[in-house]
């Protein structure tokens, strides 16, 4: 009998929150404090619960989860490793338009000529887990996990187990270079560890992938030794020099150094060459010895993938083009409403379980309202849905018959609080009007601002804060900095000692000083995503100057037209591009501007921030990575056509020797760079007496001469 059965999901979940802050907590004494407080035995049934658990709910295993092995935060028993250059992911493309649109994108960011060709490398997308390799002086000195990205772990001792990995590079190769690329199980490996595993009364993995990772995450070498890792590189990480000055010729210098490259790695002058290539492999993907996810393409000369740079955690100069999602068939139990933290009412269709691509998938999302309609679904009715990747199942089709069946009737309250739910002009999405009276929008906001990628506050996962709000403890985030007055209260509490109790307001110490760009992710407005989030930070530097540029904008809205009624009034000023410029000019544009104004417009809004900071919470700034040059520190206006920059190459060039790019000249700018046809912006700095430079002399000063 597995120690799962007989528990409900609630249940489960709990416990499995309970285990992910066990088994983090133990982490933390073993690794940063050397004490463990409990046996490696001990260490190892906390492990095997929460595997069996998540075996038995799939569904519920946690974002945090100790066993998630790829793209989580470092977990378990291994130490952990700072990447010498960040682990990078990628953008996805699913149409074939969208492949065309990146290639014009890196056009336009490079401004080629049209004559000019965009060399392109396309290579399959491996389902495995990335891995750093570090060589030095040809041996192999460190390998790594990706973890987050940033911090991954040392997982050295189980490389050297597998064979496609040499220990020494062959040939002449560069004092310092680190091989990227994935750790694998071939399908059919896969299927026999499977059938060892059963045999033996062991684990039995969910799929290839899973297999990878948990067999690579290992304590114990010799566990890893036994089973069939394969690998194969895709890229690089730091290195002292390059072997080529294209991917396709590092690529095939690490090939020849005795790493595994891909068989299908080719280089290709034309978007339908590449996309031929996307379709020959997709056509041959069931046929190859593993699995596979879709097609990368990658510029192939380094100059240019060096200027495109990155955006977020991707770079520009690469994409994913992933093959189309797995489908499956089954029947609709129900329909649930969830309330999401900005008061969105999101249909969620609940469904008998149904295996798809080796998960079980039990529920799925139905967008809106709109959507429903669309797809006519009833409760009863059987339908297509669809799995992609990371992302969260949905209903494609319906395929029972609309007959004379009543159609759902979408709610018109909010299920949570009961005030109206409506749908504002132009929206798609139906909201509770409730706002923070909404109980179900006040637990999401504060399930946000101490999730994963915005406070990120360990041991305080959506159970506590669940129960802690019921129970009148934590009602808005301020009061969680201030959780240590009711310390008390807290070692009341069933299954609270005073070591987790400790723990949980080290964890929230750990977070006082947050970097400025989680912090605006965490306050939960709308349309500030993780990337807008770290735009906006990036460009503020810190809370004092984005506080102070938002506080003029929306005196600056409050001015205008203050007798028109709302929603005439709102109408209006979402309208007026006037009053969101002072915001606009930081490239964030019309739609971020107007609800970053929208939310500090709400004098409720603005008292939950400043009791934040009230608590002792003070958002960290941001330090650029600069170089210095003469325009460090100055304000930069760019004009006039550049012909061999894009604007944004421009303005990437100068916000990386420290400089600040403005839209318009006033008498705080140092410098105007003009290029052909600059009218007014040129006329005022020669009113000004503004040093005006061009293009040819900007570059110089980019290449630091
Ligand atoms: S290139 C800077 N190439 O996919 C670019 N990644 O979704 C970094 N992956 O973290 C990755 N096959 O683990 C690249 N041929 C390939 C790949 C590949 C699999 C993984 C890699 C990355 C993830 C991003």
Known sequence: MSAADGLTAIEAARELERLAREIAHHNRLYHSEDAPEISDADYDALVRRNAELEAAFPDLVRED?????????????????????????????????????????????????????????????????????????????LAATRGDGTTGEDVTANVRTIADIPERLHGEAPDVFEVRGEVYMAKADFASLNARQEAEGGKIFANPRNAAAGSLRQKDAAVTAARPLRFLAHGWGEVSALPADTQLGVMQAIAAWGIPVSEDLQRFESGEALLAHYRAIEAKRADMPFDIDGVVYKVDRLDWQRRLGQVARAPRWAIAHKFPAEKAQTVLRAIDIQVGRTGKLTPVARLEPVNVGGVTVTN?????????????????????????????????????????????????????????????EGEVDIRCTGGLICPAQRVERLRHFVSRHALDIEGLGLVHIESFFSDGIIQSPADIFRLAEKRDLLLGRERWAETSVDNLLAAIDARRAPPLDRFLFALGIRHIGEVTARDLARRYTSWANFRTVVEQAVAARAAIQPTLAEPERKFALRRNKAVVAAIDTAGVGPE??????????????????????????????????????????????????????????????????????????????????????????????????????????????????
């Not at 699913?94 to 990146?102: G, K, L």
């Not at 018959?401 to 109206?420: K, T």
């Open 364 to 424: 799925a999302t139905l967008h809106n309202a709109d959507e429903i309609a669309r797809l006519g679904v009833r409760v009863g009715d059987r339908v297509v849905i669809q799995r992609a990747g990371d992302v969260i199942p949905q209903v494609l089709e319906n395929l029972t018959a609309a007959e004379a069946r009543a159609a759902y009737v979408f709610p018109d309250h909010c299920p949570e609080c009961g005030s109206e739910a409506v749908r504002e």
């Open 592 to 705: 971020v501007a107007n609800a970053l104004l929208d939310f500090f417009e709400e004098p409720h809004n603005q008292e939950v921030v400043d009791a934040i900071l009230a608590a002792g919470v003070s958002p960290a700034d941001v330090i650029h990575e600069t170089r210095a040059s003469s325009v460090t520190g100055k304000t930069l206006v760019f004009t006039g056509s550049l012909e061999t920059l894009s604007r944004d190459e421009a303005k990437a060039q100068a916000e990386s020797l420290g400089a600040k790019v403005a839209g318009s000249v006033s008498a705080k700018t140092d410098l105007v760079v003009a290029g052909p046809g600059a009218g007014s912006k040129l006329k005022k700095a020669g009113e000004l007496g503004i040093p005006v430079i061009d293009e040819a002399e900007w570059a110089k000063i980019v290449a630091g001469s």
């Open 65 to 141: 989860s100790p066993s998630r092995q790829v793209g989580a935060a470092p977990a378990g028993h291994l130490a952990k490793v700072r990447h010498a250059a960040p682990m990078l992911s990628l953008d996805n493309a699913f149409a074939d338009e969208e492949v065309v649109e990146f290639i014009g994108r890196v056009r336009r960011y490079l401004k080629l000529g049209d004559g000019e060709p965009v060399a392109l490398t396309a290579e399959p997308k491996i389902d495995g887990l990335s891995c750093s390799l570090r060589y030095e002086k040809g041996m192999l000195v």
